[in-house]
């Protein structure tokens, strides 16, 4: 059994690997086609050819469970039309003792999904980020039309809310904005800065414009009275230093597609967004997701054992290729309805992220449970309605 493994395991990563080359190769070249217009003098082919390389690993995280199945697909299907499943049958190897092995030969598959998801993923989607800060003076990411927006808690119990115009790299900002607010949420001081720097947990302002707001002016305007004294103040600093919970990587975090974050740093934004009494339900459904991709994986391999064992005869390499392409594909929609749909009817976030995969395990297990024991459902619908045609 061992050598048939290593047999069954060698065929497939063979396949999953050119099935793997040649859908990168393809997304590849049509988004390099796509980015030839934003080539000039800013903007080179060698930058354009640097983002691409960057984007690889996104690219492989995206594609890996749809190239498991369509390369399992393609290595079971030849396997059948050599007979050497049949072989195997024969010896004595059961349909479920075969996915078994299946399994068994996906799990280092899952080891690299993992690594592939937690390590170099998130590094490639900075690395890219900050490469369009660079080049294209622009990082994306969840950045409205006057910049990124946080909140925060003050050590005096206020609130204090910080816009950011513009990200840059190495954890440079420009164009910083701080709302600071009592505990009544009065605003207390407005300062602006045209560049900032976060370093050792602080951000740290340049050329501040500070404008202090009289804690009494607002009640002396309501009783119609003038006020002891100036209601607002403007205070130049060259430096300013504010301790705040913001962070260069949770300023990152803000930009990056969740799932593209790793475990841990999307577990620490989580917890800056629960602190901070912001929406984090987005956040917690992509960790959930994140835990499930190796599983999807597994998945994948339990969908291609139907289609692949399936005997020639009843549809060529061809036919089967194209049935997993419309599976990958079906699935892949699948996963973004039920992301959509559960965003919308705050489904539990376990649901939203596992449901498409068990629901598809379930379906895969059901038909490889059929294909093994069809002969006992025929026999036994046969002698309970004999007139009935054969399912098989």
Same mark, same amino acid.
């Given at each position: 059994?061992?050598?048939?493994?290593?047999?069954?395991?060698?065929?497939?990563?063979?396949?999953?690997?050119?099935?793997? !080359? $040649? %859908?990168? +190769? /393809?997304?590849?070249?049509?988004? #390099? =086609?796509?980015?030839?217009?934003?080539?000039?003098?800013?903007?080179?082919?060698?930058?354009?050819?640097?983002?691409?390389?960057?984007?690889?690993?996104?690219?492989?995280?995206?594609?890996?469970?749809?190239?498991?199945?369509?390369?399992?697909? !393609? $290595? %079971?299907? +030849? /396997?059948?039309?050599?007979?050497? #499943? =049949?072989?195997?049958?024969?010896?004595?190897?059961?349909?479920?003792?075969?996915?078994?092995?299946?399994?068994?030969?996906?799990?280092?598959?899952?080891?690299?999904?993992?690594?592939?998801?937690?390590?170099?993923?998130?590094?490639?989607?900075?690395?890219?980020?900050?490469?369009?800060?660079?080049?294209?003076?622009?990082?994306?990411?969840?950045?409205?039309?006057?910049?990124?927006?946080?909140?925060?808690?003050?050590?005096?119990?206020?609130?204090?809310?910080?816009?950011?115009?513009?990200?840059?790299?190495?954890?440079?900002?420009?164009?910083?904005?701080?709302?600071?607010?009592?505990?009544?949420?009065?605003?207390?001081?407005?300062?602006?800065?045209?560049?900032?720097?976060?370093?050792?947990?602080?951000?740290?302002?340049?050329?501040?414009?500070?404008?202090?707001?009289?804690?009494?002016?607002?009640?002396?305007?309501?009783?119609?009275?003038?006020?002891?004294?100036?209601?607002?103040?403007?205070?130049?600093?060259?430096?300013?230093?504010?301790?705040?919970?913001?962070?260069?990587?949770?300023?990152?975090?803000?930009?990056?597609?969740?799932?593209?974050?790793?475990?841990?740093?999307?577990?620490?934004?989580?917890?800056?967004?629960?602190?901070?009494?912001?929406?984090?339900?987005?956040?917690?459904?992509?960790?959930?997701?994140?835990?499930?991709?190796?599983?999807?994986?597994?998945?994948?391999?339990?969908?291609?054992?139907?289609?692949?064992?399936?005997?020639?005869?009843?549809?060529?390499?061809?036919?089967?290729?194209?049935?997993?392409?419309?599976?990958?594909?079906?699935?892949?929609?699948?996963?973004?309805?039920?992301?959509?749909?559960?965003?919308?009817?705050?489904?539990?976030?376990?649901?939203?992220?596992?449901?498409?995969?068990?629901?598809?395990?379930?379906?895969?297990?059901?038909?490889?449970?059929?294909?093994?024991?069809?002969?006992?459902?025929?026999?036994?619908?046969?002698?309970?309605?004999?007139?009935?045609?054969?399912?098989?």
């Amino acid at each position: 059994m061992r050598t048939a493994r290593r047999y069954l395991a060698r065929e497939i990563y063979r396949s999953c690997a050119v099935v793997l !080359l $040649a %859908l990168l +190769g /393809l997304f590849t070249f049509f988004a #390099l =086609v796509d980015d030839l217009d934003n080539v000039g003098d800013k903007f080179s082919m060698m930058a354009l050819l640097y983002m691409q390389a960057l984007a690889i690993p996104t690219r492989l995280y995206d594609l890996l469970p749809i190239g498991l199945l369509i390369g399992a697909i !393609l $290595a %079971l299907a +030849g /396997l059948a039309q050599r007979n050497e #499943l =049949v072989i195997l049958r024969v010896s004595g190897v059961s349909g479920m003792r075969l996915l078994r092995m299946l399994w068994v030969v996906t799990i280092p598959l899952m080891i690299g999904a993992g690594l592939l998801s937690e390590y170099v993923t998130p590094w490639a989607e900075i690395k890219t980020g900050e490469a369009n800060l660079m080049f294209r003076g622009k990082a994306g990411g969840d950045r409205l039309k006057s910049g990124y927006w946080f909140k925060e808690p003050t050590a005096n119990g206020g609130t204090r809310i910080i816009n950011i115009a513009e990200l840059k790299g190495d954890g440079q900002v420009a164009g910083v904005m701080l709302y600071e607010f009592q505990k009544d949420l009065t605003l207390s001081a407005l300062s602006t800065a045209p560049f900032g720097l976060f370093a050792h947990g602080d951000l740290v302002l340049k050329d501040v414009s500070e404008t202090r707001l009289d804690a009494e002016a607002s009640e002396a305007l309501a009783n119609a009275r003038p006020p002891k004294n100036p209601p607002a103040t403007v205070v130049k600093l060259p430096e300013r230093t504010v301790d705040t919970t913001l962070s260069a990587e949770r300023l990152l975090a803000r930009v990056l597609t969740p799932e593209r974050m790793s475990i841990v740093t999307l577990l620490d934004y989580v917890d800056y967004l629960r602190n901070n009494q912001l929406q984090y339900g987005r956040q917690v459904v992509a960790l959930w997701r994140k835990l499930a991709y190796p599983f999807t994986l597994l998945v994948m391999i339990t969908i291609a054992a139907p289609i692949g064992l399936m005997q020639t005869r009843r549809g060529g390499v061809g036919a089967k290729v194209f049935v997993g392409i419309l599976l990958g594909v079906g699935f892949f929609m699948l996963n973004q309805l039920a992301l959509n749909v559960g965003m919308l009817g705050k489904w539990p976030p376990w649901l939203t992220a596992l449901g498409p995969n068990l629901g598809a395990m379930a379906l895969a297990l059901g038909a490889m449970s059929y294909m093994e024991y069809r002969h006992t459902i025929t026999r036994i619908l046969q002698q309970r309605w004999p007139w009935s045609k054969s399912p098989a």
